[in-house]
C-alpha cells in the first residue's frame, strides 16, 4: 500500500485520524488492554497501514490495532509485563529534550588525560 499521509480520500483520513488519535492519547504513556487484572506493557510506535504509525505493546505480543485503537488504556502506572522488562530493563518513561537539543556532557572523574598536560 502506498503512503496515505498526503491523500484525501475518506478512507485515508479517517485511518490518519486513528493514528494520529492514538499515537497522542499514548504520548508518555503505558499500555494496558482491556480486561481485568492485565498487564502494563511499553508502548513502542509501529508501522501500520500505508506508513502510519500506531502504538502497540514494546513486547511483540500479537493485538490487531484496529481494535486496540480506542479499546487500551493510556496508563501513566509501571510496567509490569515481563517481556517489556527484559527489553528495557528501565520501565520508565525516558525524559525528552526541551533545551534545543544540547547533548549531555559526560563528566568522567577516572580520566587524567587532561591534567598531564600541564605536567609535561
Known amino acids: 500500500m502506498t503512503n496515505i499521509e498526503h491523500r484525501r480520500d475518506p478512507t485515508s483520513l479517517a485511518l490518519r485520524a486513528i493514528s494520529e488519535r492514538e499515537c497522542a492519547r499514548f504520548r508518555n504513556r503505558n499500555l494496558r488492554q482491556p480486561g481485568k487484572g492485565r498487564r502494563v506493557h511499553a508502548v513502542e510506535l509501529r508501522e501500520w497501514i500505508g506508513g502510519l504509525k500506531m502504538p502497540t505493546p514494546a513486547c511483540h505480543q500479537p493485538v490487531d490495532p484496529v481494535s486496540l485503537a480506542g479499546g487500551s488504556e ?3 502506572q509501571r510496567v509490569d ?24 556532557l559526560d563528566f568522567d572523574t577516572d580520566d587524567d588525560s587532561c591534567g598531564d598536560t600541564a605536567e609535561r
Open 74 to 76: 493510556a496508563v501513566t
Open 81 to 104: 509485563c515481563e517481556r517489556c522488562l527484559t527489553r528495557d530493563p528501565n520501565p520508565f518513561t525516558p525524559l525528552t529534550v526541551i533545551d534545543g537539543g544540547q547533548l549531555t
